[in-house]
């Protein structure tokens, strides 16, 4: 059974928040198979599992070398999803309130 596009999202946040880069990769690569919006991939996955992660520093749970981790993190699932993203000439996108420069 294929899993549902909100799995894949909340499967995005907690690979975010347990710092698992290769699975974020992977889930980006599987969103773009399963025909997942990448900016909803971004916004509901990768940048809520950010904000997670500022959660616990804030609660003094997590220190800011994982904060910085997680951003690197991110920063690679956005990579893989690269060829899904449909960028202007001047290599900046701009969804809603979210701007990707690639």
Request: glycine share 6%; charged share 25%.
């Amino acid at each position: 059974m294929e899993p549902t596009k909100e799995e894949i999202i909340f499967r995005a946040k907690n690979a975010v928040m347990n710092l698992d880069e290769s699975l974020v990769e992977r889930i980006a690569l599987e969103a773009m198979e399963a025909g997942i919006n990448p900016v909803e991939l971004i916004e509901n996955g990768f940048v809520e599992g950010m904000k997670a992660m500022g959660d616990l520093f804030e609660e003094e749970q997590s220190q800011l070398a994982q904060v910085l981790q997680a951003s690197h993190i991110v920063d690679s699932g956005i990579d893989a999803l690269r060829p899904a993203i449909m960028c202007s000439k001047n290599d900046v996108c701009l969804f809603g309130n979210l701007v990707v420069r690639m």
